[in-house]
């Protein structure tokens, strides 16, 4: 069973950024993808941004253009780098890997961002 361990998360003003990156603590070769989810308070969790084996990317339409993920394959590892943080992207940031048999959840990095 493959762990995955976030950071980069932390409090911020409204207009700054921030990078969170994922790492999983053993190497696969068969990822599906890899991304990050959300969960504000109160609220259900929500895709953020994942890229797919085939390079595809797929992006909430509320962080378009603000928000970039990459990722290293051969390392099993995400990055998401944020600019132009709002207040309402203040949620728990999850990574996310998927497979063919399973997919594995970080424990989640902090994001609040004041206006």
């Known amino acids: 069973q493959v762990q995955l361990v976030e950071s980069g998360g932390g409090l911020v003003q409204a207009g700054e950024s921030l990078r969170l990156s994922c790492a999983a603590s053993?190497?696969?070769?068969?990822?599906?993808?890899m991304g990050w989810y959300r969960q504000a308070p109160g609220k259900q969790r929500e895709l953020v941004g994942r890229?797919?084996?085939?390079?595809?990317?797929d992006y909430a339409d509320s962080v378009k253009g603000r928000f970039t993920i990459s990722g290293d394959s051969a390392k099993n590892t995400v990055y998401l780098p944020m600019n132009s943080l709002k207040p309402e992207d203040t949620a728990l940031y999850y990574c996310?890997?998927?497979?063919?048999?399973?997919?594995?959840w970080g424990q989640g990095t902090q994001v609040t961002v004041s206006s």
């Open positions: 053993k190497i696969i070769f068969s990822v599906n993808d």
């Open positions: 996310n890997l998927g497979t063919a048999f399973y997919s594995s």
């Open positions: 890229i797919n084996s085939g390079g595809i990317i």
